[in-house]
T-cell receptor
Framework: GAVVSQHPSWVICKSGTSVKIECRSL??????MFWYRQFPKQSLMLMAT?????????EQGVEKDKFLINHASLTLSTLTVTSAHPEDSSFYIC????????????FGPGTRLTVL | GQNIDQPTEMTATEGAIVQINCTYQ??????LFWYQQHAGEAPTFLSY??LDGLEEKGRFSSFLSRSKGYSYLLLKELQMKDSASYLC??????????WGAGTKLIIKP
């Protein structure tokens, strides 16, 4: 159980365009979803925490107007990278928390974004 | 500040045992997680410790000492598929995970 999917798995886009990444909890309702970014050979960096029906909480240094997060339902959160630039190229991973047990996070498979 | 320290890279031989250490400093403490991450993939959960002691789960075991701010992940009977990065993460008083940079484990035949 506790499967999280992400779509797309990888995306290549031109500089200046916007890219939307979807994160879905397939077999459970996620009280909270998290968005991470990971650069090569580096650890996960939390970008924002989102709760269904409320505004996302962004980490320091993450531009909320550039990385738009929408958590429309208990099973879906989206991250939109607006006006993408080459430095936004990274591996974006979402995770979802069931709210049970010890707040274990279940990770999606990740989305590799390349901005040309 | 909050910090997680773990070695950058370790090498071990197939069939052997390896211990990956992690020290942590968090604002409050709600447990210590270990995740496995293969290259280009998302992390997968391995273990969770919130009380002192050793938790054994098959070939993998995890240990926690809260007084020392220390944990380790022990991998036995190493297999080639265990080559991956192992991420240590501490959960603070706000239930937020503080991630280490990961330990890349290289398994040699």
């Amino acid at each position: 159980g506790a499967v999280v999917s992400q779509h797309p798995s990888w995306v290549i886009c031109k500089s200046g365009t916007s890219v939307k990444i979807e994160c879905r909890s397939l077999d459970f309702q996620a009280t909270t979803m998290f968005w991470y970014r990971q650069f090569p050979k580096q650890s996960l960096m939390l970008m924002a925490t989102s709760n269904e029906g409320s505004k996302a909480t962004y980490e320091q240094g993450v531009e909320k107007d550039k990385f738009l997060i929408n958590h429309a339902s208990l099973t879906l959160s989206t991250l939109t990278v607006t006006s993408a630039h080459p430095e936004d190229s990274s591996f974006y991973i979402c995770s979802a928390e069931t709210g049970h047990d010890y707040n274990e996070q279940f990770f999606g498979p990740g989305t590799r974004l390349t901005v040309l | 500040g909050q910090n997680i320290d773990q070695p950058t890279e370790m090498t071990a031989t197939e069939g052997a045992i390896v211990q990956i250490n992690c020290t942590y400093q968090t604002s409050g403490f709600n447990g210590l997680f270990w995740y496995q991450q293969h290259a280009g993939e998302a992390p997968t959960f391995l273990s969770y410790n919130v009380l002192d002691g050793l938790e054994e789960k098959g070939r993998f075991s995890s240990f926690l000492s809260r007084s020392k701010g220390y944990s380790y992940l022990l991998l036995k009977e190493l297999q080639m598929k265990d080559s991956a990065s192992y991420l240590c993460a501490g959960m603070d008083s706000n239930y937020q995970l503080i991630w280490g940079a990961g330990t890349k484990l290289i398994i040699k035949p």
